[in-house]
């Protein structure tokens, strides 16, 4: 399986001394360029005019690095797009005017300046400027780390529905399943051909539904392929094996994961004793919270049957990677096993558009 890309995230310390950097030299040279150290003196000082310019280049770079250091970490607050857009303009225009006074307050005192309001005022004014361009910057930051992350959670969400998709077919090809199913072909060929020919039609229609390309489907399709499936279990197993349906018209047209009832059922007929004195029932019903359910009772057979758990495994990770859903294990000791499985109203609720072709 392909290995996702890590993004490392770019709102970090480095970032923001790399931009202060640009920022305050790109301030400086401008200010050197159109003479406002000194060029309209009579007696211009070079020395004079490049020790306000160092004094100057480490004033703006610590300013700078102190905001962009406070808006990385107020954009990255866990809310509301709208509310934090309003949260990060405003704390640090707040933050600026602080540290503008600050710094002004700073120069004042050490001498390099009298106090003068329109100084402070000034000054105020041009790190507002600077407090803009770090907002933009770190938007664009932002904006572009978390389309990364998007596609990096797609990749990996794509790559773990292949290797559903890949389990799957693995399991409904695994030689016992076809050993049983083509034993069951068998013994209805010739003795009732018509059986035979509609058993053969829903083992093909498991196997075609099976290696669809498709990241999520309608309940209403999910409940036909695994009546498909039911009907080659109930073949096998005649009146022991039984499904009972309650569910409320108005879910048939959600949406679930391709075979994650299949997956209910298979689990249920792998690990429960099916015979004439304790025959299996499975239901499958739906619940007005917009929860599927699927339950049977728990008759665990004499000696058990090995199980890597991978099937409920992915099908949890499933649901939370693409529908930040869970998926809900309730296994009672002896009693029922059951498993909720969220129904989602609508497909574009999935974040990656790519498994719903």
Not at 77 to 103: C, D, E, H, Y
Not at 208 to 213: E, F, S
């Amino acid at each position: 399986m392909t290995k996702c890309k890590k993004n490392i995230n770019p709102l970090n310390w480095k970032t923001a001394l790399t931009f202060s950097l640009i920022i305050a030299f790109t301030i400086n040279a401008l200010f050197l360029f159109i003479g406002i150290e000194g060029a309209q003196v009579a007696n211009f000082d070079v020395g004079n005019v490049l020790l306000k310019a160092v004094r100057r280049l480490i004033s703006n770079t610590v300013m700078l690095f102190l905001l962009y250091m406070f808006t990385f970490k107020v954009i990255q607050i866990p809310t509301k797009s709208s509310t934090k857009t309003i949260i990060t303009i405003v704390s640090v225009l707040l933050a600026t005017i602080i540290l503008s006074v600050g710094f002004s307050l700073i120069i004042i005192s050490i001498g390099q300046i009298e106090f003068n309001r329109l100084f402070v005022l000034f000054r105020m004014s041009g790190d507002i400027f600077v407090a803009i361009i770090v907002l933009l910057s770190t938007s664009q930051l932002y904006t572009k780390y978390l389309r990364q992350q998007t596609l990096i959670e797609n990749e990996r969400l794509i790559a773990e529905n292949i290797r559903n998709r890949y389990e799957a077919l693995k399991n409904q090809i695994d030689p016992h399943f076809l050993f049983n199913s083509l034993n069951t072909l068998n013994g209805l060929i010739g003795f009732d051909n018509n059986r035979a020919h509609k058993y053969v039609e829903k083992l093909s229609s498991v196997f075609r539904y099976t290696i669809q390309n498709k990241g999520v489907t309608t309940l209403q399709e999910e409940l036909n392929f695994t009546n498909s499936y039911a009907y080659l279990m109930k073949i096998r197993y005649g009146e022991n094996f039984e499904i009972e349906h309650n569910i409320s018209e108005k879910y048939l047209s959600y949406y679930v994961m391709p075979i994650s009832i299949q997956l209910l059922i298979e689990n249920a007929v792998k690990h429960n004793v099916i015979s004439n004195k304790y025959p299996l029932t499975i239901k499958i019903y739906t619940t007005e919270q917009d929860i599927l359910v699927v339950e049977n009772k728990i008759r665990p057979k004499a000696y058990a049957v090995p199980s890597s758990k991978i099937g409920l495994a992915n099908l949890c990770e499933r649901y939370k990677l693409l529908f930040q859903k869970e998926v809900v294990i309730i296994s009672s000791a002896n009693e029922i096993f059951r498993v909720e499985i969220p129904l989602i109203k609508h497909a574009d609720d999935a974040d990656n558009t790519d498994l719903r072709r």
